[in-house]
């Protein structure tokens, strides 16, 4: 996957009321400040021109959110009833998605689930991040919850490093990044939650893609599955010597899943834990929310109370 221009957007999954992008790695979804250089708006303006709705403020409806430096599959809803059903489906906890990642070093459990509580920072200088509970400065953290699943070991770099699959069952900022950095793991190429040392002048981009997304409306089920960007072909950095679980067998379970139904508490599909029955979800709070209903009142027909 090249550097993202306005010309070579790629379209993983397209209907008559959805598409899902593969979104480049250091690009805006959006921006208001038209001097911004290049954002997954204006790459959609360009290829669907008749596509752009004039009642949005960025002119498509964008039915989640992907950090600057994360690539991979984000869906669009291209009318007012495609955002609303997809809201639902956010709301009711039915999407299932998965991110790959390289993460330092060889992570010894073959699959953990994180669930520290995340917060804001409050400390100088670092108030535009996240932290987990129990870090000084550390406001109104909510219950949070990852899986993750060791896909490889190998080296980047010649650094130890392990290739790993990531499923957020919650939606808090930064979720994976601060997770994966709290289990003394941070992604690979992560500036923020990193390694403050030399060895992240080597990564060209932070090494977190969205790999894996459905949505499943009443009308279609929205499902995309895009390229695996971390492959020694894309990347001489990066040589994997172990293989853990195979990525093929992990998505063929989740596309083989049945989705669930509202009325059973709403909760996305989880990679099997042997033994185990899936982690609770925590309780939807009021922040949540609200944004939910300040979304779905410029996007959609009308609020789902």
């Known amino acids: ?45 360009h290829r669907f021109p008749e596509l752009a709705d ?26 007012k009833a495609a955002a609303g059903s997809a809201y639902r489906c ?17 992570v010894q459990e073959s699959r953990i689930t994180v ?8 400390t100088e200088g670092r108030t535009h991040t996240m932290c987990i509970e129990g870090t000084q400065g550390c406001e109104n953290p909510k219950p949070s919850l990852t899986e ?17 699959l990531l499923q957020p069952l919650t939606g808090r900022t930064h979720q994976l990044r601060v997770h994966c950095s709290a289990l003394g793991h941070p992604v690979v190429g992560d500036l923020t939650y990193g390694q ?10 932070m090494m977190l893609h969205a790999f894996y997304l459905r949505i499943p409306t009443e009308a279609e089920c929205v499902e995309a599955c895009t390229p695996d960007p971390f492959v020694p072909a894309l990347d001489a950095c990066w040589s994997p010597h172990t293989v853990v679980q195979p990525l093929n067998q992990l998505i063929q379970v989740l596309r083989a899943a049945r989705d669930p139904e509202p009325a059973e508490g709403g909760h996305s599909t989880h990679l099997p834990r042997p033994g185990r ?12 929310r609200a944004s939910y209903l ?3 009142s410029e996007w959609t027909l009308e609020p789902d109370n």
């Open 277 to 288: 029955p899936p982690p609770p979800h925590p309780p939807e709070t009021e922040a949540p």
């Open 1 to 45: 996957m090249e550097p993202g221009s306005v010309e070579n957007l790629c379209i993983v999954y397209q209907s008559r009321d959805f598409l899902v992008v593969n979104k480049h790695w250091d690009v805006r979804i959006d921006s208001k400040t038209w001097r911004e250089t290049l954002t997954l708006q204006k790459q959609l303006r």
């Open 196 to 205: 403050a040392s030399g060895q992240e002048d080597q990564p060209f981009r």
């Open 54 to 79: 004039p009642d949005t403020c960025y002119g498509f409806r964008f039915c989640h959110q992907l950090d600057f430096s994360t690539s991979g599959a984000l869906c669009v809803a291209l009318n």
């Open 148 to 164: 993750l699943v060791v896909l490889e070991h190998g080296l980047y770099a010649g650094d130890p490093v392990s290739k790993v």
């Open 115 to 122: 669930s520290h509580a995340i917060g804001r920072n409050s």
């Open 294 to 296: 300040q979304w779905l």
């Open 90 to 106: 956010f709301k009711e906890r039915r999407v299932t998605k998965a991110y790959l990642a390289l993460v330092r070093g060889h």
